[in-house]
């Protein structure tokens, strides 16, 4: 595929119901983030997949967060239990290279944008 | 707390002049990099400078970093009403967990 892609691009749903984000990186590229962005805000760290090493899941910020990746591709966000400060633009981005983001320019997705009523 | 902080949070400017963003950041780094973000939109890469670098070109865009002050600016020259976007410094803690700065909102107006 051309870039990252993200699904679905929006996602409105009611507090305590689960949700499923997803993330399509760059074919080949082997580092993958999850952020969270909410409105007006920088982004925050949520979750860091590379190669098939253990995640770094260190910015996840409840167990209500999980995150998955099969191999070097798809990656899924799920959040359970929805409550309304889950409310934010989720943005996914990959990266060629072991050094992930930090060793050079990260793609990013056009993010899914969750609402929880 | 971020590892990186922008400043000015917002700047507004006329087309043509220069727009000048700050980024401060607390821990050693390899390197830096400043991405740029359309409203609504995910972010784009702009440029990346290494810590044995001072000062880096990349058309309109000027890059410095003073490793011994723990700061980076972005110079944006001859400003376009298209460059109006939010801009984000990104550092890392450790060496591949990368975090971004709560960004600077700039606005060209025409």
């Known amino acids: 595929g051309a870039g990252v892609s993200q699904s679905p691009s929006n996602k409105v749903t009611e507090k305590g119901k689960d949700v499923e984000l997803r993330c399509d990186p760059i074919?080949?590229?082997?580092?993958l983030y999850w952020y969270r962005q909410r409105l007006g805000q920088g982004l925050e760290f949520l979750i860091y997949?590379?190669?098939?090493?253990?995640?770094?899941k260190s910015g996840l910020p409840s167990d209500r967060f999980s995150a998955e990746r099969t191999g070097e591709s798809v990656s899924t966000l799920t959040i359970q239990r929805t409550q309304q400060e889950d409310s934010a633009v989720y943005l996914c981005?990959?990266?060629?290279?072991?050094?992930?983001?930090?060793?050079?320019?990260?793609?990013f997705g056009p993010g899914t944008r969750l609402t929880v009523l | 707390s971020q590892q990186g902080e922008e400043d000015p949070q917002a700047l507004s400017i006329q087309e043509g002049e220069n727009a000048t963003m700050n980024c401060s950041y607390k821990?050693?780094?390899?390197?830096l990099q400043w991405y740029r973000q359309n409203s609504g939109r995910g972010l784009v890469h702009l440029i990346l400078i290494r810590s044995n670098e001072r000062e880096k070109h990349s058309g309109r865009l000027r890059v410095t970093l003073d490793t011994s002050k723990k700061s980076s600016s972005l110079l944006i020259t001859a400003s376009r009403a298209a460059d109006t976007a939010s801009y984000f410094c990104?550092?890392?803690?450790?060496?591949?967990?990368?975090?971004f700065g709560t960004g600077t909102k700039l606005q060209v107006i025409p």
């Open positions: 821990t050693s780094i390899n390197n």
């Open positions: 990104a550092t890392h803690e450790g060496y591949q967990k990368v975090t």
């Open positions: 074919s080949g590229h082997t580092a």
């Open positions: 997949f590379q190669g098939n090493s253990a995640p770094d």
């Open positions: 981005a990959s990266s060629l290279g072991s050094g992930g983001l930090a060793g050079g320019p990260g793609f």
